[in-house]
């Protein structure tokens, strides 16, 4: 609804004649009055917005000129003693007179917002009749007026909270999940803190981590289809999702990052890519987000105010150390669904598209829940299937897998006795048990320093302990280099 002000334009004569003035002043206070408005984002600069009952939504000139024009258009034809609404229009459009350029816009003062936000005890979901309160002990629904706060237009859902017929009857997401998580109840519960960390916005100094989703299931050709997209796509139900695709993603584009908008509440690389560089979104998930856009200025994200990361992936995400660890959390997804049997031959519909409103009551209802038990106990992970032994044959292979087992475990799965080998000795090993890289090695092709930082990679992701040491050995004439083992095995052999 268009708030009216005084005019912005009036009759004036010009050498004698009558003439259509535009005052830009008062067009400024118009737009102004109807919600437009600019604000800083730094100290350089500011972007357009638009508030409408306390929420706001990014602008563009053009849309103040679509607003413009049709207000115009809903005025008594003739609008002052010598002029009609059409000369008001020509005249306030045409290319000779710029009242709705960028730059002319940005003359508006520029708006203080406080927006509402989650904070570390609370989420909030905005749905079309109220607004979800949700704390570790509850939900209760508010109304608007009880919000103190601007909020992002795409931040509310266009649904109605409603609570399900049947409170005790899951829906069809509860089940999804509980498949995708092969039924364990552990495995239910971690990937539950881990969608309701996604989708609580509150961005804790002390929990930066992005949500990584893989396939459990160890194949020579990752076949994908388990789930993860449509997982990613659940969450893009309740929060405001931008979608990267993974496998085109370019960290070294200028533009890797301009479909991110101030409002994005969460991003995901969809299929990322084997050689995807996770240490590049280290800043990006604990210091914000830079964006640049293509004939725009670039622009900061503040850490309180930018989105959470989930990657979805048919490979491993690799990356050791601290650093790396801090800034994940991996779970696998088991194969119940694949390319031959899809979400909708288990549940006989679409996802989302042919729900009725019960399903998405459900849906709703198991969301929050995941919300509450992310409040209640943190983020949890649950004991990986597979996750050692997939990293192992992608920084290395499956013979060498295979070879190392049959080094360090008994036939039972157990660890051998761990004590002080050679280089020498275990690179001749592992050559005897494999032809193809004896062939390679004789050709200069396969290196031990390669061997060695495969040693390294098994150890580290088995949990064993690799130390380099060096000792005399009976029969050399020099001081022999090797590695001392100790520690616990932490994956399984033929799982």
């Given at each position: 609804?268009?708030?009216?002000?005084?005019?912005?334009?009036?009759?004036?004569?010009?050498?004698?004649?009558?003439?259509?003035?535009?005052?830009?002043?008062?067009?400024?206070?118009?737009?102004?009055?109807?919600?437009?408005?600019?604000?800083?984002?730094?100290?350089?600069?500011?972007?357009?917005?638009?508030?409408?009952?306390?929420?706001?939504?990014?602008?563009?000139?053009?849309?103040?000129?679509?607003?413009?024009?049709?207000?115009?258009?809903?005025?008594?034809?003739?609008?002052?003693?010598?002029?009609?609404?059409?000369?008001?229009?020509?005249?306030?459009?045409?290319?000779?007179?710029?009242?709705?350029?960028?730059?002319?816009?940005?003359?508006?003062?520029?708006?203080?917002?406080?927006?509402?936000?989650?904070?570390?005890?609370?989420?909030?979901?905005?749905?079309?009749?109220?607004?979800?309160?949700?704390?570790?002990?509850?939900?209760?629904?508010?109304?608007?007026?009880?919000?103190?706060?601007?909020?992002?237009?795409?931040?509310?859902?266009?649904?109605?909270?409603?609570?399900?017929?049947?409170?005790?009857?899951?829906?069809?997401?509860?089940?999804?999940?509980?498949?995708?998580?092969?039924?364990?109840?552990?495995?239910?519960?971690?990937?539950?803190?881990?969608?309701?960390?996604?989708?609580?916005?509150?961005?804790?100094?002390?929990?930066?981590?992005?949500?990584?989703?893989?396939?459990?299931?160890?194949?020579?050709?990752?076949?994908?289809?388990?789930?993860?997209?449509?997982?990613?796509?659940?969450?893009?139900?309740?929060?405001?999702?931008?979608?990267?695709?993974?496998?085109?993603?370019?960290?070294?584009?200028?533009?890797?990052?301009?479909?991110?908008?101030?409002?994005?509440?969460?991003?995901?690389?969809?299929?990322?890519?084997?050689?995807?560089?996770?240490?590049?979104?280290?800043?990006?998930?604990?210091?914000?987000?830079?964006?640049?856009?293509?004939?725009?200025?670039?622009?900061?994200?503040?850490?309180?105010?930018?989105?959470?990361?989930?990657?979805?992936?048919?490979?491993?995400?690799?990356?050791?150390?601290?650093?790396?660890?801090?800034?994940?959390?991996?779970?696998?997804?088991?194969?119940?669904?694949?390319?031959?049997?899809?979400?909708?031959?288990?549940?006989?519909?679409?996802?989302?598209?042919?729900?009725?409103?019960?399903?998405w009551a459900r849906f709703d209802a198991f969301m929050l829940d995941c919300v509450q038990v992310f409040l209640s106990c943190g983020l949890l992970t649950a004991d990986p299937v597979n996750i050692a032994r997939r990293k192992i044959i992608q920084a290395t292979c499956q013979e060498f897998l295979s070879w190392a087992d049959s080094f360090f475990l008994d036939k039972n799965g157990n660890l051998n006795a761990l004590v002080w080998h050679s280089r020498k000795a275990l690179f001749e090993s592992f050559l005897s048990s494999s032809e193809d890289h004896r062939h390679e090695e004789e050709r200069g092709k396969?290196?031990?320093?390669?061997?060695?930082?495969?040693?390294?990679?098994?150890?580290?992701?088995?949990?064993?302990?690799?130390?380099?040491?060096?000792?005399?050995?009976?029969?050399?004439?020099?001081?022999?280099?090797?590695?001392?083992?100790?520690?616990?095995?932490?994956?399984?052999?033929?799982?």
């Open positions: 609804m268009v708030k009216p002000s005084e005019p912005f334009w009036e009759e004036v004569t010009e050498r004698g004649k009558p003439a259509l003035h535009i005052d830009a002043f008062k067009l400024l206070k118009f737009l102004g009055k109807n919600g437009f408005c600019k604000r800083y984002v730094d100290d350089l600069q500011s972007i357009l917005l638009r508030i409408t009952n306390n929420t706001v939504e990014e602008t563009t000139p053009e849309k103040a000129a679509d607003f413009a024009h049709k207000y115009i258009e809903s005025l008594p034809n003739q609008i002052t003693a010598n002029f009609q609404q059409y000369d008001l229009i020509k005249k306030c459009f045409s290319p000779n007179f710029p009242y709705f350029t960028e730059k002319q816009l940005k003359k508006f003062l520029p708006t203080e917002l406080t927006f509402h936000r989650d904070d570390k005890d609370r989420a909030f979901f905005y749905y079309e009749n109220g607004v979800i309160e949700i704390t570790k002990d509850g939900r209760v629904l508010r109304q608007y007026p009880e919000i103190k706060g601007t909020i992002w237009k795409r931040w509310i859902l266009n649904r109605k909270f409603i609570i399900p017929t049947n409170q005790n009857e899951p829906g069809d997401f509860e089940k999804f999940i509980k498949l995708v998580c092969s039924e364990d109840e552990k495995r239910v519960k971690a990937l539950m803190t881990a969608i309701g960390y996604l989708i609580h916005k509150y961005k804790n100094p002390a929990l930066t981590k992005a949500i990584i989703l893989v396939d459990e299931k160890i194949s020579d050709i990752p076949e994908g289809r388990s789930g993860k997209s449509l997982l990613a796509k659940a969450l893009g139900k309740f929060r405001n999702l931008t979608t990267i695709d993974g496998k085109d993603f370019d960290f070294d584009s200028r533009f890797a990052f301009q479909d991110v908008s101030y409002d994005t509440e969460l991003i995901c690389f969809d299929d990322v890519k084997r050689n995807f560089d996770f240490e590049r979104l280290f800043h990006k998930i604990t210091d914000g987000l830079e964006v640049e856009r293509k004939g725009e200025h670039r622009f900061k994200i503040a850490r309180e105010d930018s989105a959470k990361f989930i990657i979805t992936t048919n490979f491993m995400i690799m990356g050791e150390g601290g650093s790396s660890e801090g800034r994940r959390a991996e779970y696998e997804l088991y194969p119940h669904f694949s390319r031959e049997y899809t979400p909708k031959e288990e549940f006989g519909r679409l996802f989302f598209d042919e729900w009725n409103t019960e399903e396969f290196k031990r320093n390669t061997f060695v930082r495969w040693m390294k990679t098994y150890c580290i992701q088995s949990k064993i302990k690799i130390e380099e040491e060096s000792r005399w050995v009976s029969g050399e004439s020099v001081v022999t280099r090797g590695f001392l083992f100790s520690g616990t095995l932490v994956h399984r052999k033929g799982a």
